[in-house]
């Protein structure tokens, strides 16, 4: 018989221990292998939600600046645009609220994608056979429609921000009428399976909340729409959209690095066609003074447009003067002129700040009196004589300056300065007297009297002298009074720019067409479209590359199954052991007839390669199965995980090779160590029926006595110095406090004592008698021969042990935050309600001047003006980007941004890990000598979204692009901060100064009103979309996460727990075949086959109870600090369920054992022995 056909023959005659082996790869392949495949089901699955939520969009421009829609078309016709892009469709994609009223309810939804579209952006939709809504239809998705409990035909109300061009928190920026009402009828819901419902720009598995509506309705009521000049009003307007949409042919790769290169150069296309309408801008003509003048629709130049414009004319080389101007309330003399009995005073006057140019076309200015010293000093004043003979003012004389200011929540405190007469200037015929200084703005330049005036503030009209209207008359918006630019720039120091217009001088030989042709092409050649908010994004390829995922679930659910996996492993050894020790004569009889020990040791080890091989191949079959159920529980029992449903099964080559490898090599190494002890084993105790090599030496005692006792008086004295204040309270590391810390080193430290007082125990000595007869004595018997083979003993339970102190900790760590109350120092930072809007407050909540402006306050009932007037709410300037939550697991790059305000900083509170000083919010202040702009994080978001650390950096808008870094200068501890990251609020306005108003609220208000309050808020505020909740219920979502996480490990651990027991009968096993000679001695001796019963399962279950309680005390005791916090809701039931599942499983199967012992033949037995 050759050695193969040896290998066949044994494989089959010992096919029962060889079928458990077999199992026990099948085992282990199966959950490594299954955890490889969910991971790679979760990135395709989030791949393919990619492709389906952008259908053929691969490339986007969209953000805060309105452009042309003409210019979708322009760029469709441009030769330079790349070959791959086939249709570019124009949309407007905003926020919104949604209302629908009912008799007896109304139901509002907040932060609604709304998008704009026409046929091409629908074309690129996948929606099936749907048509693209008509005027003032509205199309929802599911979500929406849930919420609103809306159905086809229902009539719903959209609220909306309307554009403003001249910023909200400016001076002269529109504060009052913020929103926009569009009544809408439901013409299609689009289902939960359709492609088109899940559009949206920012990567999350979750369903967004959008509607679709007709691009011609909201830009009629944005008034965003096409105005055509006409007779009456020759005034023209080009329809304006904020995005563009752009899809490539089907043969183009979406992930393809190439994409990057196919965004820079659309860019290049679309710079060469973007005209000064894209940008707002505007070049006004004045022949008649032989100049030009570029201003802007928001009154005020961008700093980028004001840059430009200066390195366009120097290129062109024609002269400039920059221009600041704003509105005085009033002037009047410090000082009343002799003989008067009124202080004379002036009303709403225009202060131009400027520097005096000496050569035409900007000056000269001519001056009455002399000529001042120029430039000016910042106390130093120019009036123009009409001014200087209302208030009869001469050269060296003061006055007073009286003007608004915006403060940070759109109030408008009055401040006033003190000049000193510099000069007068002469006003007919010269400079100063040219109107155009002051660029247009409808409802106040071109009003015929001041009280025709589209008040930007409240005005004292009745303070207007008869002189001022005279003036205005015929004057208009001309300055009064000029201060130097300087000056002026300091005054009303702006984040959106330093400058009202920037006026430049004819080019020689030009006309001032021609000079502005030339002009507004320079200028447009010097734009950088990433900073004026037109970048493309190729948003299929970031959205693609977002699919690996923040986390990597593949390395998660091997952790989840890691007790599975070990106690496979184990069992796999135990049985490959357990089948040597009932061949080991048949072992010893092939090394005595002439085989070497390596050639034994080689068949066994072929015929278990065998068994490993055919289990790997049989295991990956069953990996798929597990992979199947695993997404399965995600999609149902832990679904709080991640959110979605749309997961499918998807099979990868190398994920299968990779399980099979690993599990195969783990597999053959345990046999091949398992069969090493063989090799200390004598032939002549082989063939005995001697298994195991000798125990380990009897030093070992004293070493194992010594480590339980030094273990339990550390604990102890751990325990003594917690108690009595010794070990402080401070956090150690990671938002941990060191009796935290502590607690779960007497934890462990007592699952250490315990199991080496278990060795220890086991190693009495064997010949001391056991007094005492009857069910007690045998049981004292079992517990005894559970020290016969110590190691074994000691290993399983260890096992148990350790499996079962894991899974107490991990259910012990569930917290519930809707039981906390607000705490300064907590995750909820004393807060009850967090709020959002869909449209920015400008105005402060805590005034009543605010919320009148708002039409919150309800001064008929006395309960809500109780309210209003005792909640605290601090307001965040928000700068909106990706959830970079655990709420959402796509990879995530650029977070959105809060603005914190100066108060909160002040105030403090929130819960910090690993973060330095007293209150770390003012880390916020500190500058950086890097440049760099400090922020802080949720630990969460950090670690495991951005996997971000403190002193990292973060670029803005992105890593690849950068403008800005931010430096991460500390973490919170589980915080409602969990996604965002913080800047202070004068950082943020640094970089965001086209976010006006504030979007984001912390509210602190009784538990008991906050409720009722939330409903005041939300009905008041409705058309910003106010949409309040309790902070508790934030937190419980993130923390849904985290306590799904953990429940997915229990549940796998139990699995994992349950087949260690498997391992310990089969240990039990091992021991009764070992055995086998003494028990059917004691059977001879008059035993009964219960009493040996007895014996055997007393050993089982004191080893089995032993573990059990020991990982119970042990988590308990780690987990102690966890358990009398307020928060702490800890699953007992389910704990318990699977602790006693283990148990009865452990008793279950030393049965087997059991029967093995009492039905072997006795005689037999003794025989063979």
Known sequence: MNQARFV????????????????????????????????????????????????????????????????????????????????????????????????????????????????????????????????????????????????????????IELPSAIPRDSLLGEKEEQSVEITLTVSQILDEDSKAGRLALLPNQQLPLDLFLSLDTLQAALDLDEIQPSRRDPKQRPARVNSLFFSSHAESIPDSPQSRIVAQGLEAVLKQNLTLADLNLKIIPHAERNYLSLESEQMILDPQIEQAGLEAAKKLNVATSPVMVYIANEFSPLKTATGEEKTPYSMYSIVAGLDFPEQPPFGPFKFIGGKPKLPLKENEIVLNEWLANDLKTKVGDQLRMKYHVVGSR???????????????????GTPAADRKLTPDMEGITDADTFGDWEQPFPMKLDKVTDRDEEYWDKYKATPKAFLALETAQTLWNSRYGTLTSLRFATLPDKNTEETSTAFAASLLSNIDVLKMGLAVQPIKFLGLAAASGTTDFSGLFIGFSFFIILSAIILIRLLFKLGVDRRVSSIGLLSAIGFTPAQVRQIIFKEALLVILSGGILGILAAIGYASLMLYGLRTWWIGAIGTRFLFVDLTPQSLAIGFLIAVFFSGFVIWKSMSELKQISIRGLLSGVNSPDQEPARAAKRVGLTWKISTVLALVLVLATVTGIIPKQEAFSGFSWQTVCFFLVGTLSLVASLSFLSSFLRTDSTTPIQGNGGFALMKLGFRNAGRFRQRSVLTTALIASATFVLVSVA?????????????????????????????????????????????????????????????????????????????????????????PQELIERGGFKFADTPGDNPWELLNQPQEDGSIPALGDMNTLMYSLHKGIGASVGIPSDERPEHELKIKGMFDGSIFQGVLLISEQHFQQLFPEQAGFQYFLIEVPTKDAMQLSSILETGLTEYGFDADLVANRLADFLAVQNTYLSTFQTLGGLGLLLGTLGLATVMLRNVVERRSELALLRAVGMTGSDVALIVLAENAFLLIWGLASGIISALLAMLPHLLSTGADIPWFSGMMILLAVLITGMLSAFFAVLSAVRAPILATLRSH
């Open 410 to 428: 759109g109030e408008l405190p009055e401040v006033e300065q003190i000049f000193t007469v510099a000069g007068i200037v002469a006003l007919d």
């Open 812 to 900: 012990a760590g569930h917290r519930n935050p809707a039981v906390e109350e607000p705490d300064k120092d907590s995750g909820n930072g004393g807060f009850t309600l967090v709020a959002e809007t869909s449209s920015p407050l400008i105005f402060d909540l805590n005034t009543v001047d605010g919320r009148d402006k708002m039409l919150v306050n309800a001064p008929d009932d006395p309960e809500t003006k109780r309210l209003l007037k005792e909640m605290l709410a601090i307001p965040f300037r928000v700068k909106p980007g990706e959830n970079a939550s655990c709420l959402n697991i796509y990879q995530t790059t650029v977070p959105t941004i809060l603005g914190v």
């Open 8 to 159: 066949i023959k044994s494989l089959t005659y010992h096919w029962r221990t060889n079928l458990a082996v077999l199992l026990g790869v099948i085992a282990a392949t199966a959950v490594i292998g299954g955890a490889l495949i969910v991971g790679d089901s979760v990135r395709a699955s989030l791949r393919q939600m990619t492709l389906d939520r952008l259908g053929k969009i691969d490339y986007v421009v969209s953000g805060h600046r309105f452009f042309r829609e003409q210019l979708a078309d322009d760029l469709q016709k441009s030769s330079a645009l790349p070959e791959s892009i086939e249709i570019i469709a124009p949309a407007l994609v905003l926020r919104g609220s949604l209302e629908k009223n009912r008799e007896d309810l109304h139901l509002r939804v907040g932060q609604v994608n709304i998008f704009g579209t026409d046929q091409r952006l629908w074309s690129l939709l996948d929606h099936g056979d749907i048509p693209a809504p008509e005027d003032d239809q509205a199309i929802l998705n599911s979500r929406v429609a849930e919420q609103l409990e809306a159905s086809v035909g229902d009539q719903i109300t959209l609220w």
